[in-house]
Structure formats: structure tokens, C-alpha cells
């Protein structure tokens, strides 16, 4: 596991994608963020994915709420629309968005206390609705902007920089969001790599939305002795449920699938992932065994990570709504005014 | 019960023709609403101009509920503050619903309910035996108390002289999809009306006798009536969070999207609507899908309005247009959630935190409704900010006659929106650049082909270029330029309607719902007081300047709103600066719509006359 470090220009700079663009063309403007916060790992392993998977910068729209979290779509995809929200409203506008334009691919990007307290009950209907997005929990257990409260994701017993002790329970966004019929749930950490990146490109390839809770400490008011989210801490007690591959729809490459050892999901775009066992056998398409799993792993203060539940079948938001094919934004006014005869008939039988 | 009035038998009086009120009172979840409305239609279709008002309780079913319909061959169809003839049908009432009736006002109620006629000597009493007629012809035990009160219909038929085939041609109309429900009513009312020619001698002066002045004309509630507008608006994405009185408006949009707004090649929508988790997501989706290029709007009240308070500052500052149908009510959380208020204005004027100013609209009557919803979503585009529709209760809820719609015929303005092909054209785009000196920057969408296409949306910290900035210079040019642009709303919402009479030194500003007992009020006090007035009509917020000119050619103006503070008279008063101590002020609070009488008295007592 490779030490976190500020946004970098990475070596392969003028290696092409399939659209022909390079990995600068995904980044952003410069980080903000206090030098060694999870988040700027997180923004290069997202300018990664999208780049790997080929994404169209100007159809991907960047949302988020308020919090250093939600600084971050600044500084990835500079090319794409942003949506600096306000405080735990991301959903809504996110949404709001997907609704006038279903093409758009929509990353959005909040925190613990933008999700889990101010935003809670938006966060919970956008995934009941299964609106199609990635939303990204960036997870450090406080509030960072204004330096250092705890969030309502903080573990029961850790402790915040002066010593006080959490005596709450945490709330726990990705069994919520199973619950909730949510079609890809993660859980991952900002200093595992290579596992966040291919849940990142999962995500993409997913129709439908995909939660990723990613813990990512924060350098400055939570990296200390007896905090549960510091790197130590979780640099020690990462459990990996298993090794994750993605495989996109246009590199396919055939692995074979041992029984007992992997597992894979296919996703409606013709990408896959496959999962290896590393320890007890994981089935992620078993939403009780993601339940107990979850349950198991807070009663044990255990930090699982990985693909913890997938159904990749259940329709999204705009699917539900039967949209026609053309964004609603751009629909032409032939189709959206009806005509005279139908405003005559409708007088006529008011009359 | 003592006896109210002096004991005098009402005396034989000359004819009262297409000149009453009627007041139906009936208890919540009995079905009277149909009965109501049918009353109502008969009379329209009989040529008098009428308006129904529904006064109802907080509660589904087992409260008292009023219903007062007035007719007038003039066209006064504001609320009459007396009521000329009652219907008595629920017990709880009974006795303070007769009580409060005008000396020579018609009674006609339920033989069943504890009545003694001689509690008051003043009326003119009918009693109707209703279990006993409807138990004749309605064979269904079932349906007997749906359709008692078709019996009232057919009777009061009888007694005003409204053909009863008016009241058939109605209940076939309402029943259109269920002719058997049309025929179960039509057999009861028939019934009340034979029992009345049968049983009753007429006793009372009211008559009604055909006109021809409501030909052409339409009835429809004005929720129903912005709905439309939205609709032939190319409203694509409605989102809301149920809330009385607005819920009609986004239930008769979703109606009419789901008829007329399916696409017929494959079957799908042209638009989306959400029942929103509550009115903080439900603005939040109009704006993010306003800001992905939609027309988007949602619908509440005031406490709505409250919620989403924050995020119409962010449409505001960020420029992101947005449609919000205030249909006005009183008081927060258990207040009177069923009653009538123009109580919003202040609040939608500068709803959010720090600088800011919201264009408003106010619809008087049905077309306006129509027109305006229009013209909302075209301002909306055309400021990229939040525009307000103020209905209120008493307009959105109740229903109206007025005169069928003009369909649209200026194209839908979409505002400045660049496509790729004109960023190739420009080669650069600075998101909040004021190019054209209306305050008015150039916007894009997500999705636009182009590189120089994408900016980064925040609140108030931003340059002319969306670069994230904290510089005083740049936060005030930007301020400035967003109170340039709504200079330019002025010139832009619906402007006043006025009626200016010669010589007179009174000048009447008033709104909305007020419009009609305003009219009336204008009558009373020229005719019966020899006293002139000017009137101005507001029909747009910011003000046209001839607002400042109107008050200015007055000696007084008097500000006539329904609220307790005088809303709209203070928000005049900062634009008019030096001529505020012109205006006055008329307040009308009550939740019960406001009667013309309630202004001429005012106007009366202020003027010392």
C-alpha cells in the first residue's frame, strides 16, 4: 500500500485512452486540501478511472455539497461541469440533473457529515430511487472545515484530537444503503489504491447508483492515537473481502472463473469484475450475507472493504420514469408545447 | 335561544333577481362538494355570473365546512359578506349558521336537525325532509348519503327558478366517465325538486332569470389553470412535496402531462415528476435540473417556501433559473393551512440570506394564471434566477369563471444559452460576463460538446470567468451587475393594469384575489358616496416605474392586501421613496377571502367620510 501524496502528474502522460485523450486532459485545477488528506488520493485514483474507462469529460457532471470533500471536484475533470452544491443538498441537484439530461455521467462527491447528518435524508432517498450516479462518501469521522467536531460517522470510543470520546453509535451509510435496494455498495480506503480504482471503474460501469464509502483520513484533526479513522489505524485493520479486477467492456480479456476462489459480476455495459477470495468465501450478490457481514464487522470494529453488495439489474431512476431517449433539456418545442386543437379541446370541456 | 332580531315577519318583498348568496353548510367528507359545484354550474349555465368558494376545515372528514356561492347579473362575483340564503345540513352549526345570517335571509335546512323557527322571526324558513325523500329515490342505503345533498340542489332548483335541466346537463358533464354515478344524482335532485314544487310556496324574493353573460366562458379552479400554463409552457420537469393548498396545481399538471404529453412514436414522457422527500429536494431538483437545461418548477406554500429559502438564494447567486407556484395560505404548521392569505410577499420578495430580490408575478383570474405561468418559466430562462408565481388559496383552490385561454403565440424563449456551435463561433465563454449590459450573463449546459463549454457553479465567490474568488472587486462588480439584472426584470414581468379616473384623488393599488371585491368596492363608493378612484393593478414585482408615477398623481393611495402588515404597501414604499406617506394602507386578515363592503367602509372611515 503506497503512501498518500498530493495530486501528481503521473509518468504516462502522453499515453491516449480510447477516445484519444491523455490522463493530464482529466485533471483539474490544483488541490486545496491540507497537504496529505485522503481526499486529494481519492480525486487521482477518480482522474484515473474516468481516464482508463474512456469517459467523455464534457458529458460527466461534477456534484457535490459542502465540506473539504466536496472542494474536490474542483480539482479533477476540469473539462467537466461542476455543481458545488449547498450543505447535504448534493442529491437533490444531482437528481434534478440526471432527470433533464440522462446521458450525463454523474460523479458526486460529499463527506460523513454532508451524507450522514445534514444530508441524510436526501442521501437516503437518492438511493431508494436509484438515481444513476457514483456518490462518493469521503469518510474521516469529522468535520474538517470547521476544524474537527465529530460527524455521525465516528466509531463508538474513538477519539477526537482533545481526547474526548465518541459515546454514539456510527451510522453506517452502506448497510443503509443496501437496505435501500442500492444496486453497488463499497467500502474502501483512500490509501488502497488499486482496490479504489477498480471500484471506481465498477462504479462507472454501473447503471444505477453506486455508493462508495471510502475512508479518508483526515492529516490535520483526526490522524491521531485512538482515532479509528487515521492512517495507522486503518492502514492496520484493513480487511480486504477480496481481491477486486475490472475488466471493461472494451478490453475484454477472459479469466477463468474457479468456484470457491472467484466471482463475477457482469454489468449491463458488457464490463465485469472479478472478485478473488482471500478469505472466507464472500458472495456480494447475498444482501443478508452483506447485512450480517456489516453487523458482524461493527460489533468486532473490524474495517472490511471491497465490493460488499451488487445487483446490477434493478432499473434507475430515469428508467422508472419511462423518459424518452433525448435529454428532457434538449427536447424541442413541438414535442413539449402541445398544440392549439389539444388547449381547444380542453377548453371545450370546461365550458 | 333567544330571539336575535326585532320580531317582525319578514314583509312581502319585490323581486330579487340574479342577485344572492348562497351558503351551503354541510359537514367535511359528506359528499357535498359534487352537490356544491353542480349548484354552481346550473347557475353559470343559466347565464349569471357566479364564483363558489369552498370554506373548509383542516381534517378529511367529521368537520364543519362551508360552501357560499354567490350570483350577480353585474359580474360582482367577490365574496358577499352576507349570506341571503343558507343551507342548513349540519347539526354542530346549525344553530350559530343561522344565527349569523342577514334579517330577510332565507333558511333552508334539514328536517332532522333541532330547529325552532321561531329562534329567529326575521327569515324565511323552508323545511325539507331528507331521509325521507332520498329514501324514496335512492334505493341504495348505500349511496343515500351521497346524494342527499343533490336533494338540496334539486329543491333550491325550485325555489330561485334555475332549470333543472341545467342542473342535469352539469351532474352529465361532471359524471362524463360514469353515467350510472350521473343518473343516481340527476333521479335525486329531480326528486328534491318534486318534493319542493309539491310541498314549498315560495315565500322569498330571489329569482334567477337567463342571461347570456357568461357565454364562452369557462370554470376551473386557478390551480388548475397555472397547470395548464405550465404545460403548454414545455414545463419537462415538475418536482414537489404534497402541501394545502398547492397540491391540486402539481396533481392537475401531472393530469395533463399524462394526456397530452406522452410521446406518441414510442410511448414515453417528455417530462419527469417526483413527489418529492420534502421542499429542501424538492427546489434542489428544480434547480439541478433547471441547470442541466431543463424548464423546471415545483409548487408549495409558505412553509415551503421557508424550507427552500436557502437554495433559492443559490438559484440566485449562482444564476440558475427556476419556476416556484406559491399558492398563499395562512400560518405555519397546524394553523389555518385551509385558509386564504396574500401573507408571502415580503417573504418571496428577498427569501435567503445577504443581498437578495426575486421576481414575482401575480395572477388576478383564471387567463392570468394561465398566461403567467408561462411567462414565469420564460423569465426564469430568460434571468437565470427564481421567478415566484403568487396564487393563493382562495384563487387555487376555488373555482372560477373566467374566459377560455389564448393558446401561446410567442415562441418559448430559452434565454442565453450557448451551444457548441456558438462557442466555436465566439471562441471563448467567461460564465458571469455582463456582455450585452443587461446584467444578463450567457449560461451552458452539461453535456455541450465544446472544451471551452464546462464552468464550475457556486454560490456568490465567484469571478466573471466561475474561478472561485474571494476578491472584494470581484464580489462587488458581481453584486452590482446581479442588481442590474433586475433592473432589467422591471422591464420585463407583466406590467400594471391601470384604470385611471379623471379628477380623482384616491388612487386604489391592490393584487391578486383582491381585484374582484377592489372592482366592486370602486362601484359602491361612486355610486352611493359620489367618491372617485383611480386603480393600478399589480401584476409584476420589481415595479415599473409607472407604479411610482400613479402614486405620485395621487392625493392618498391606499394599498389594499390581505395580510396583517401591508406587505406589498412596504415593499412600495422603498421603491417610491420620498412619496410613502401617500400611501396608505387596507388589510384584510381574516383568512376568509376580502369582501368589497370590508374596503368601502375603510376607505370610508380613513377619509373621514
Known amino acids: 500500500m503506497a503512501e498518500i501524496a498530493a495530486p501528481q502528474v503521473p509518468a504516462e502522460e502522453r499515453k491516449k485512452n480510447r477516445l484519444g485523450l491523455t490522463l493530464p486532459e482529466y485533471q483539474g485545477s490544483a488541490s486545496t486540501l491540507c497537504t496529505g488528506c485522503g481526499h486529494d488520493a481519492i480525486t487521482n485514483q477518480v482522474i484515473r478511472a474516468f481516464y482508463e474507462m474512456g469517459v467523455q469529460p464534457h458529458m460527466v457532471a461534477k456534484m457535490s455539497g459542502i465540506g473539504c470533500s466536496s472542494k474536490t471536484p474542483a480539482y479533477f475533470l476540469g473539462k467537466s461541469h461542476g455543481f458545488n452544491a449547498v450543505h447535504g443538498r448534493m442529491p437533490a441537484i444531482s437528481t434534478g440533473a440526471m432527470l433533464a439530461n440522462k446521458q450525463l455521467v454523474t460523479i458526486g462527491v460529499s463527506g460523513d457529515g454532508d451524507t450522514a447528518s445534514i444530508g441524510m435524508g436526501q442521501f437516503i432517498h437518492l438511493v431508494r430511487r436509484n438515481v444513476p450516479m457514483i456518490y462518493i462518501i469521503e469518510n474521516n469521522g469529522v468535520y474538517g472545515l470547521t476544524k474537527g467536531q465529530f460527524s455521525a460517522t465516528a466509531d463508538l470510543h474513538s477519539k477526537s484530537k482533545w481526547g474526548q470520546e465518541n459515546q454514539m453509535q456510527p451510522i453506517d451509510c452502506c448497510s443503509l444503503a443496501i437496505e435501500l435496494g442500492c444496486g453497488y455498495v463499497a467500502r474502501s480506503f483512500s490509501g488502497d489504491m488499486k482496490q479504489l480504482l477498480a471500484l471506481l471503474k465498477g462504479a462507472v460501469a454501473h447503471k444505477g447508483l453506486a455508493l462508495l464509502d471510502v475512508v479518508s483520513p483526515c492529516i490535520t484533526f483526526n490522524n491521531h492515537e485512538g482515532s479509528t479513522k487515521a492512517y495507522k489505524w486503518a492502514k492496520e485493520h484493513e480487511m480486504p473481502l477480496h481481491e477486486i479486477g475490472f475488466v471493461p467492456f472494451f478490453e475484454q480479456v477472459e479469466a477463468e472463473v474457479k468456484p470457491g476462489e472467484t466471482k463475477r459480476i457482469d454489468f449491463p455495459d458488457g464490463s465485469h469484475v472479478i472478485l478473488k477470495r482471500v478469505g472466507e468465501d464472500y458472495d456480494p450478490t447475498n444482501k443478508g450475507q452483506a447485512l450480517l457481514t456489516l453487523l458482524k464487522a461493527r460489533e468486532e470494529n473490524l474495517f472490511l472493504t471491497g465490493l460488499l453488495y451488487t445487483d446490477t439489474k434493478t432499473p434507475d431512476f430515469c428508467t422508472q420514469l419511462n423518459l424518452v431517449d433525448q435529454p428532457l433539456a434538449t427536447l424541442p418545442e413541438s414535442l413539449t408545447r402541445p398544440p392549439k386543437a389539444v388547449l381547444e379541446e380542453v377548453m371545450e370541456r370546461l365550458r | ?437 443587461d446584467g444578463i450573463p450567457y449560461r451552458t449546459l452539461p453535456g455541450t460538446s465544446h472544451p471551452a463549454a464546462s464552468y464550475f457553479t457556486r454560490g456568490s465567490g465567484h469571478n466573471e470567468k466561475a474561478l472561485y474568488s474571494e476578491k472584494p472587486d470581484d464580489y462587488r462588480n458581481n453584486m452590482d451587475r446581479l442588481a442590474r439584472k433586475f433592473d432589467t426584470a422591471r422591464k420585463l414581468v407583466p406590467a400594471p393594469v391601470e384604470q385611471a379616473e379623471p379628477g380623482a384623488e384616491i388612487g386604489f393599488i391592490a393584487f391578486g384575489t383582491t381585484h374582484d371585491a377592489l372592482q366592486e368596492s370602486r362601484d359602491q363608493l361612486r355610486n352611493e358616496k359620489s367618491v372617485k378612484t383611480s386603480y393600478l393593478r399589480l401584476r409584476g414585482y420589481p415595479f415599473s416605474p409607472r407604479v411610482k408615477e400613479f402614486v405620485a398623481r395621487h392625493k392618498h393611495v391606499y394599498v389594499v392586501e390581505q395580510n396583517r402588515d401591508g406587505q406589498m404597501r412596504d415593499l412600495l414604499a422603498l421603491e417610491v421613496g420620498a412619496d410613502c406617506g401617500r400611501l396608505r394602507s387596507i388589510r384584510h386578515y381574516t383568512g376568509v377571502a376580502i369582501d368589497a363592503r370590508f374596503i368601502t367602509s375603510s376607505i370610508l372611515t380613513q377619509e373621514g367620510r
Open chain 2, 1 to 437: 335561544m333567544t330571539t336575535l332580531a326585532a320580531p317582525e315577519k319578514p314583509k312581502a318583498q319585490t323581486q330579487i333577481i340574479n342577485d344572492f348568496s348562497i351558503e351551503i353548510a354541510t359537514i367535511n367528507g359528506s359528499g357535498s362538494q359534487t352537490a356544491n359545484n353542480m349548484l354552481m354550474r346550473s347557475i353559470f349555465q343559466m347565464g349569471i355570473p357566479c364564483s363558489g368558494k369552498n370554506l373548509f376545515p383542516s381534517n378529511i372528514a367529521g368537520l364543519p365546512t362551508w360552501f357560499t356561492i354567490r350570483a350577480n347579473g353585474d359580474g360582482y362575483i367577490a365574496r358577499k359578506a352576507e349570506t341571503d340564503i343558507l343551507i342548513c345540513m349540519n347539526p354542530d352549526t346549525v344553530f350559530e349558521d343561522i344565527r349569523n345570517i342577514r334579517p330577510g335571509a332565507v333558511c333552508l335546512y334539514n328536517e332532522e336537525l333541532p330547529v325552532s323557527e321561531d329562534i329567529r322571526t326575521d327569515l324565511i324558513f323552508y323545511k325539507v325532509p331528507f331521509a325521507k325523500i332520498v329514501k324514496e329515490c335512492c334505493p341504495e342505503p348505500k349511496l343515500r348519503r351521497l346524494v342527499t345533498n343533490m336533494i338540496y340542489v334539486g329543491a333550491i332548483d325550485f325555489l330561485l327558478n334555475i332549470d333543472l335541466q341545467e342542473t342535469f346537463k352539469a351532474l352529465r358533464k361532471n359524471f362524463s366517465r360514469k353515467p350510472k354515478a350521473a343518473e343516481i344524482n340527476i333521479v335525486a335532485a329531480q326528486a328534491g325538486y318534486d318534493w319542493a314544487k309539491a310541498n314549498l310556496a315560495k315565500r322569498d324574493p330571489f329569482r334567477v332569470e337567463r342571461m347570456s353573460k357568461t357565454q364562452g366562458k369557462i370554470i376551473l379552479d386557478g390551480n388548475s389553470a397555472a397547470a395548464l400554463g405550465a404545460v403548454f409552457a414545455g414545463v419537462t420537469v415538475l418536482t414537489w412535496y404534497p402541501i394545502t393548498p398547492s397540491s391540486s396545481l402539481c396533481e392537475s399538471m401531472i393530469d395533463y402531462l399524462e394526456e397530452y404529453r406522452i410521446d406518441k412514436a414510442t410511448g414515453k414522457q417528455t417530462f419527469a415528476h417526483v413527489q418529492a422527500e420534502d421542499e429542501l429536494a424538492s427546489i434542489g431538483m428544480v434547480l439541478g435540473a433547471a441547470w442541466a437545461g431543463a424548464r423546471a418548477c415545483t409548487a408549495t406554500a409558505g412553509p415551503g417556501i421557508s424550507l427552500m429559502s436557502e437554495f433559492v438564494g443559490l438559484s440566485y447567486y449562482a444564476e440558475i433559473p427556476a419556476v416556484i407556484f406559491n399558492v398563499q395560505r395562512t400560518g405555519p404548521s397546524t394553523g389555518l393551512p385551509t385558509r386564504t392569505m396574500q401573507g408571502d410577499i415580503g417573504l418571496c420578495a428577498t427569501a435567503s440570506h445577504g443581498d437578495t430580490k426575486h421576481p414575482m408575478l401575480f395572477p388576478a383570474n383564471l387567463s392570468e394564471c394561465f398566461e403567467m405561468a408561462g411567462d414565469a418559466f420564460d423569465l426564469a430562462e430568460r434571468l437565470q434566477t427564481t421567478v415566484f408565481v403568487m396564487l393563493d388559496l382562495d384563487l387555487g383552490m376555488n373555482n372560477w369563471m373566467g374566459d377560455p385561454f389564448a393558446y401561446p403565440t410567442r415562441p418559448l424563449d430559452r434565454g442565453k444559452v450557448l451551444s457548441a456551435a456558438d462557442l466555436q463561433k465566439l471562441g471563448k465563454f467567461e460564465r458571469y460576463r455582463d456582455v450585452d449590459g
